[in-house]
Nanobody
Framework: QVQLVESGGGLVQAGGSLRLSCAAS????????MSWFRQAAGKEREFVAAITWSGGSTDYAESSLKGRFTIARDKTNNTMYLQMHGLKPEDTAVYYC?????????????????WGQGTQVTVSS
């Protein structure tokens, strides 16, 4: 089992920044890929960014996110981060971290076995 706990969400004005953290515990040695997803009210959960736990390779959902969001991980502290700059009201959502034991279809939520409880990010205009 892998346990994931997110933190760092909150209310921020448009153009502001936040850094989300995801602390992993348990059998973290079995994790291959970790990702951030988000779910806005009334919408489906969507992929934001992924990182391979060992090598640190990254991918992002779309170019606009890649320019504003940065995913990273600290293997020493078993923590994954999502640094967000230039936040927009449309970034408002509950942000979830997720972990999978493989690397295929990492952009699909159904591929993930382990999920955190989510942290709310609200961006005011």
């Amino acid at each position: 089992q892998v346990q994931l706990v997110e933190s760092g969400g909150g209310l921020v004005q448009a153009g502001g920044s936040l850094r989300l953290s995801c602390a992993a515990s348990g059998r973290t040695g079995s994790v291959y890929t970790m990702s951030w997803f988000r779910q806005a009210a009334g919408k489906e959960r969507e992929f934001v960014a992924a990182i391979t736990w060992s090598g640190g390779s990254t991918d992002y959902a779309e170019s606009s996110l890649k320019g504003r969001f940065t995913i990273a991980r600290d293997k020493t502290n078993n923590t994954m981060y999502l640094q967000m700059h230039g936040l927009k009201p449309e970034d408002t959502a509950v942000y979830y971290c997720a972990a999978m034991l493989g690397g295929s279809k990492y952009y699909t939520s159904a591929s993930y076995v382990y999920w955190g409880q989510g942290t709310q990010v609200t961006v005011s205009s």
